[in-house]
């Protein structure tokens, strides 16, 4: 496949993750958590890195930044996933005290010191709403992000590789 087809299934994906989170938020309501937003800004980030790397089709090192920015994106989505993950995993009597909305802090706090609250973390991040196979939410983003980092990574090796054996 061409980086164009790569970075454009990559897009998809992220797209993809991004629906099935406003149907689980409007259709079965589950009202995300601070952490579980964050989480969409992060995948909606590395979607539109995608995005671009299938518009621009880069060739040469411009493929690894693309490549590079969207495994930032998804690294730091993995980083709060993974957080989450920990948070769900304390006992009850160490989960930190549920706070308030994101809407509430937003307009309470500068964003630097709303960022450090949200990414510490509070009680109703540590709720586990829904699981499928015995895995919550949180724990299949967070595999997610990991095969986004994965998937990007590997793109301008693989589409290197697409064009090398093009050429013969």
Known sequence: MSFRSLSALGFLACAGGIAFALYL?????????????????????AGLVFLLGALH???????????LLAALA??????IAGRQVWLQSLPADQVPACGPT???????????????YVLKGEGSCAKIDAQWLGIAL????LFGFIGFVL??????????????????
């Open 25 to 45: 938020q409007h259709y079965r309501n589950f009202e995300p958590c601070p952490m579980c937003i964050f989480q969409r800004i992060a995948m909606i980030g």
């Open 74 to 79: 998804a690294g730091i989505g993995g980083g």
């Open 102 to 116: 994101l809407d509430y802090l937003m307009k309470m706090m500068p964003w630097q010191k709303l960022i450090t």
């Open 151 to 168: 998937f990007a990574l590997a793109m301008p090796v693989l589409a290197r590789r697409v064009s090398r054996y093009n050429s013969f």
């Open 57 to 67: 089709g880069p060739a040469g090192g411009g493929r690894w930044v693309y490549a």
């Open 138 to 141: 949180p724990e299949w983003t």
